[in-house]
């Protein structure tokens, strides 16, 4: 069977779009360009989010000691020892808030990269709260030369989530920041966390009809992880039965449903996170590498006669 999409996959997986798009295997590259955030430096906040390490998500070759070049030239090379062939690279602008400085600043750092032989475009992660008119008006000229996407975190959908993880933003600050990227023909993608305190799976699938509104071009799935040290940590010691922290067997059907559910056009960067075992406060995975979790999403599908929006009417 043929899905929505084109594609054989029950989902709309982002490699069938990459295939399309670009005529083969694309890689990022996460970049560390030496971006802070407005909860870190003051404005919004000082210590970050309560789940935030960001060490545990950046490549060790992603430092902004390095120049953009270099670390590109060092991801090549990682990736390359990884993963093998590809048809080219897109440089992803990772770590912290990329959109959070001065627009001069932002264009030296996106032109460096886009000057790589090997880049074919980025990707843009930032926060709902720091994306000026300046830089939408940038970013909707550069798309018409170039592929772009920006990234733009919800993580929960729920307003008291969002002051107790101390995000510094509202969910309605995130869904008119999608909107406004949308308006300026730049596709936006999002990411949402599964595990918060104080939700719930039913909550999480409740959420999906507000998800469903969003002019969003794709999307990523985290499951929540107890980094160490993190003030998350503390706060799971102090009080752990406000967590539902999924084993593999239940985050697999949860995912299932959520993609029954979820509109058909959205592509899936990401159905889980994988962070390296050595920030982890602790593991319910036992090390299950992503590539089986992407594996038996789509067998429990097949397995359930479903695919991705094939209950999206119920969602509305």
């Known amino acids: 069977m043929v899905y929505p999409w084109g594609d054989t996959r029950r989902f709309n997986a982002a490699s069938r779009f990459m295939r399309e798009h670009f005529g083969g295997r694309m890689q990022r590259l996460a970049l560390d360009a030496g971006f802070t955030c407005p909860n870190r430096d003051g404005t919004s906040g000082l210590n970050g989010c309560t789940y935030c390490l960001n060490p545990a998500f950046n490549p060790a070759y992603c430092t902004p000691k390095k120049s953009i070049t270099q670390q590109l030239d060092d991801g090549i090379l990682f990736h390359g020892r990884r993963r093998g062939s590809t048809h080219g690279y897109l440089a992803y602008f990772q770590a912290f808030s990329n959109t959070y400085a001065p627009l001069d600043s932002l264009k030296s750092r996106y032109e460096e990269a886009l000057s790589h032989p090997w880049v074919r475009g980025l990707i843009i992660a930032t926060r709902p709260d720091c994306i000026g008119e300046e830089v939408l008006d940038y970013l909707e000229e550069l798309q018409q030369r170039t592929f772009i996407s920006v990234e733009i975190g919800i993580e929960s959908c729920r307003d008291n989530t969002l002051r107790r993880i101390r995000r510094g933003h509202d969910y309605a600050c995130a869904a008119h920041a999608i909107k406004r990227c949308h308006a ?32 969003l071009h794709s999307i990523k799935f985290h499951q929540l992880q107890i980094l160490k040290g993190t003030p998350m940590e503390h706060e799971y010691r102090e009080c752990p039965q406000s967590f539902h ?20 056009d959205i592509i899936i960067d990401r159905l889980a996170g994988e962070v390296p075992p050595q920030y982890l406060a ?24 479903t695919w991705q929006g094939i209950d999206y009417s119920l969602c509305l």
């Open 184 to 215: 300026h023909h730049i596709p936006v993608g999002t990411h949402l966390i599964f595990g918060l305190p104080g939700e719930s799976p039913d909550n999480w699938l409740e959420d999906v009809a507000l998800i469903n509104s969003l002019p």
């Open 282 to 305: 602790f593991s319910l995975w036992h090390h299950l590498r992503y590539e089986d979790i992407v594996k038996r999403v789509e067998e429990a599908l097949e397995a359930r006669g």
């Open 245 to 264: 922290l999924f084993d593999p067997e239940s985050y697999i059907d949860f995912i299932a449903s959520y993609l029954e559910r979820l509109r058909s």
